[in-house]
């Protein structure tokens, strides 16, 4: 009678379901996206000098497309949203690197506060609307071009209410091409150059690099 090879199934040898990824903050999260907001906040503000020249330059050359320039000030709600990947992280990060902007004076006022506001939710919009759980780069460069409209839609509202139509088409679109240009791709590789340094170990970005590396 030929025997029966029994196959005996361990507890070890089952399959381990992952465990569920949880969009609740952790104090790490927020420790680094602070770091994080306030090092673009810095970056905000002297990003104030050098889009002065730059800015009245490209006005005189096409009125409306000084905008083509202020993704810069749109960098901290991707950044920290890749970073983090929890819910109001692109808000929290643009909303604390417009306070520290503010705080070290701007001719803009506390309208910064207002501005980083609009412009968090813009890029937080998108990034809701893929459930937190996308963040490769066309995704980043939509959330990007969002955080842009609303940058390109406020200020016409807000700074430049009398200026025509014209101006402020020309003015919407280049701030949508800056917002996925500057602030959308340009935040994905930033976070890409941060996590080859090893200091996002602790985070997805992080662990997306580590497995990217080739084995030795």
Request: overall charge positive.
């Amino acid at each position: 009678m030929p025997s029966r090879t029994q196959s005996t199934v361990t507890p070890t040898d089952r399959a381990v379901p992952a465990p569920k990824r949880s969009l609740r903050w952790r104090v790490v999260d927020i420790v680094v996206a602070s770091v994080l907001a306030v090092a673009l906040g810095v970056v905000f503000k002297l990003w104030d000098f050098g889009y002065e020249p730059i800015g009245a330059g490209m006005q005189l050359l096409l009125p409306g497309t000084q905008s083509l320039f202020g993704g810069v000030w749109l960098l901290a709600g991707p950044v920290v949203a890749i970073v983090v990947r929890k819910p109001g992280a692109a808000l929290y990060g643009e909303m604390v690197a417009a306070s520290v902007e503010a705080l070290l004076g701007t001719q803009w006022g506390w309208g910064t506060l207002e501005a980083g506001l609009v412009q968090g939710l813009g890029a937080e919009v998108v990034l809701a609307l893929f459930l937190y759980r996308s963040y490769r780069l066309p995704v980043v460069a939509l959330a990007g071009a969002a955080a842009g409209l609303a940058l390109g839609i406020n200020d016409s509202v807000i700074w430049y209410p009398a200026y025509d139509v014209a101006f402020k088409a020309v003015y919407i679109v280049c701030a949508v091409v800056s917002g996925a240009v500057i602030a959308g791709i340009g935040s994905w590789f930033l976070v890409r150059a941060l996590a080859r340094t090893g200091v996002l170990s602790q985070f997805a970005a992080g662990r997306e690099h580590a497995r990217r590396r080739p084995t030795p």
